[in-house]
C-alpha cells in the first residue's frame, strides 16, 4: 500500500526566505501526487497536482513542486515566503493510477516569522 | 466552482447519543468521501460514494455509517459516538480532473 512522508511537522522561515516543504512516498509506480493547503479554520484546498505530464508543476500562490521518480519525492518550493503562507501543508499521493484513493501525509505546519 | 458545505461546524456530544453530519454539494459529481483529521496522522478516509446507492469502506470506518440517497447529499452518521471520535471531520468531492474540493469542516468533541 502506498504510504506518505512529510519530513518535519513544523517549519518555521523568516518572511522572504525560500520555503521547502519535503514528501517522499513509497510506491514505485508513479502515482498521481498533489499538495493542499489548509489555512486555519478551514478546509484543505488544492495547491498543485502531478499527472505524468510536466515534472516540474506549478501552482497557486508562487509554489511549484518537482517530481523525481528516482528520489520517489515531490518537494513542495516558494522562492519567497510571505506571511499569508502560514498554514498547514498535506502532500498526498494517489493509491496506483487512479483518482479514487488517495492517501494523504501528516502534514507540515508551515510559520512565516517577520 | 465546486462547493461543499457540511453541519454543524462545531458539535459537542455525550456518549452513545446518535448524531449526524450533513454533507451536501452544489454540484452534479459522483465522488464523495468522508475524512477524519487527526494530529500528526494527517487525512484518513472513512467512507466514499462512487454514486448515488453506492458506498464503501475506507481506511478507518469502524464506528460510522454513511448514507447516499442522493447525489447531492452524503450524511455521516454516527450511532453511538465514543470519545475516540473526537476529530475534525471533512466531507469531500472529487472531479473528474482529480482535484478534490473539501467543505469548511466539523469539530465534534465526544465527551
Known amino acids: 500500500a502506498q504510504s506518505v512522508t512529510q519530513l518535519g511537522s513544523h517549519v518555521s522561515v523568516s518572511e522572504g526566505a525560500l520555503v521547502l516543504l519535503r514528501c517522499n512516498y513509497s510506491s514505485s509506480v508513479p502515482p498521481y501526487l498533489f499538495w493542499y493547503v489548509q489555512y486555519p479554520n478551514q478546509g484543505l484546498q488544492l495547491l498543485l497536482k502531478y499527472t505524468s505530464a510536466a515534472t516540474l508543476v506549478k501552482g497557486i500562490n508562487g509554489f511549484e513542486a518537482e517530481f523525481k521518480k528516482s528520489e520517489t519525492s515531490f518537494h513542495l518550493t516558494k522562492p519567497s515566503a510571505h506571511m499569508s503562507d502560514a498554514a498547514e501543508y498535506f502532500c498526498?499521493?494517489?493509491?496506483?493510477?487512479?483518482?479514487?484513493?488517495?492517501?494523504f501525509g501528516p502534514g507540515t505546519s508551515l510559520s512565516v516569522i517577520p | 466552482e465546486a462547493q461543499v458545505t457540511q453541519n454543524p461546524r462545531y458539535l459537542i456530544t455525550v456518549t452513545g447519543k446518535k448524531l449526524t453530519v450533513t454533507c451536501s454539494q452544489n454540484?452534479?459529481?459522483?465522488?464523495m468521501s468522508w475524512y477524519r483529521q487527526d494530529p500528526g496522522l494527517g487525512l484518513r478516509q472513512i467512507y466514499y460514494?462512487?454514486?448515488?446507492?453506492?458506498?464503501d469502506k475506507g481506511d478507518v470506518p469502524e464506528g460510522y455509517k454513511v448514507s447516499r440517497k442522493e447525489k447531492r447529499n452524503f450524511p455521516l452518521i454516527l450511532e453511538s459516538p465514543s470519545p475516540n471520535q473526537t476529530s475534525l471531520y471533512f466531507c469531500a468531492i472529487l472531479t473528474s480532473g482529480g482535484t478534490q474540493y473539501f467543505g469548511p469542516g466539523t469539530r465534534l468533541t465526544v465527551l
Open positions: 454540484m452534479n459529481h459522483e465522488y
Open positions: 460514494s462512487m454514486n448515488v446507492e453506492v458506498t
Open positions: 498526498a499521493v494517489s493509491e496506483g493510477t487512479s483518482y479514487d484513493k488517495v492517501i
